[in-house]
């Protein structure tokens, strides 16, 4: 599960123009405006990432006017989101450990999203029904969630030197196919699905033919892609019909990510198209702001694109990390 909420170190406080009142404070790889004098370089916080969805609290009442929503998935609470204040891009927040007692036994790092009873703040992805959902994601069978670089710094020195490649990330739901032991199924990004050639999630099968093509490679197999195209998410990509952009293929019987070659091939004898590639090299060396500033920039339909996603190019999980396009990300909309 993806840590939401967790003990941080400031590492740098600095100063906005012109403010009185505020200033702000660096963590992680992560910025946030916080009131001057809150913070100094070196305390330790309570950081919630983008995302995070807080329960209805005392202490988070200060975030009513701003952050307060409610739907259906989620219930009723407080959204922390991307915004801009006094002309400074803010992501997360950060909150004084004097706020949580109850943590007081906890280290820097520490992961405290389930102690927080923080949650992801969720959007149905689709605008009609993706399926009839038969049971849970099969165990073991691994997800599509790419860590933020922000949250994970480390990741660029041990990419450093390294033969790389970095696709656009599409703007859509996650959509699995796997074939084991002779059956071919589907998943959403944590259910799978039934059968039914009108389920949304089944759509990659029957548009492309993947039954019997899966099945002829007799192989342990899965491939993970996004799928896109009217009735999902905003349909970014204004696409006229669905779509699915593979970006894994998992070969079941090791766990093991294909490389990138050897997953294009396969995909290409498939008939499938793959995430767009925007960039390939031997030897990484971006920092932080560079890759941010890649990430950034529209997809074809003059639309923001969500953002990139970087990769060893010969063993992706061994390094994998996303970095979102802070553009969209200012534009979002509940």
């Not at 280290?107 to 009839?132: F, H, Q, R």
């Amino acid at each position: 599960m993806r840590s939401l909420a967790s003990i941080q170190m400031v590492r740098e406080i600095t100063e906005i123009p012109e403010s009185d009142f505020l200033e702000v404070a660096h963590i992680m790889g992560w910025q946030c405006v916080v009131k001057k004098g809150e913070f100094q370089k070196g305390q330790l916080g309570i950081y919630f990432e983008v995302d995070s969805f807080l329960p209805v609290e005392p202490r988070y009442e200060f975030l009513r006017a701003s952050s307060c929503r409610a739907n259906e998935d989620n219930g009723e609470g407080f959204r922390i989101r991307t915004v801009k204040l006094r002309g400074q891009l803010s992501q997360g927040l950060i909150l004084p450990r004097s706020s949580f007692p109850e943590l007081d036994s906890f280290n820097e790092g520490s992961d405290v999203t389930e102690n927080l009873n923080v949650k992801k703040w969720y959007i149905p992805e689709t605008a009609t029904s993706g399926g009839v959902v038969i049971g849970s994601r099969p165990h073991g069978m691994p997800t599509s969630d790419e860590i933020r670089i922000q949250s994970a710094l480390d990741l660029l020195d041990k990419l450093t030197g390294k033969p790389y490649y970095i696709t656009t990330k599409m703007d859509g739901t996650s959509g699995t196919v796997y074939c084991i032991d002779g059956k071919v199924g589907c998943c959403s990004r944590n259910k799978e699905i039934k059968d039914e050639e009108g389920a949304l999630y089944w759509m990659p099968v029957y548009k492309y033919g993947l039954r019997e093509k899966l099945l002829s490679l007799g192989k342990n197999i899965m491939l993970i892609g996004e799928i896109c195209g009217p009735g999902v998410q905003k349909n970014k990509l204004r696409l006229p019909e669905l779509g699915w952009y593979v970006f894994d293929v998992v070969d079941m019987d090791t766990l093991e990510q294909y490389p990138y070659d050897k997953a294009r091939e396969l995909c290409e004898n498939l008939g499938l198209t793959t995430v767009p590639l925007e960039e390939r090299g031997d030897n990484f060396s971006y920092s932080l702001e560079v890759l941010l500033e890649k990430a950034k920039g529209k997809y074809p339909s003059g639309l923001f694109k969500e953002g990139i996603v970087v990769r060893d190019a010969n063993r992706p999980k061994a390094v994998s990390f996303k970095a979102l396009n802070n553009d969209a990300l200012l534009k979002e909309k509940d």
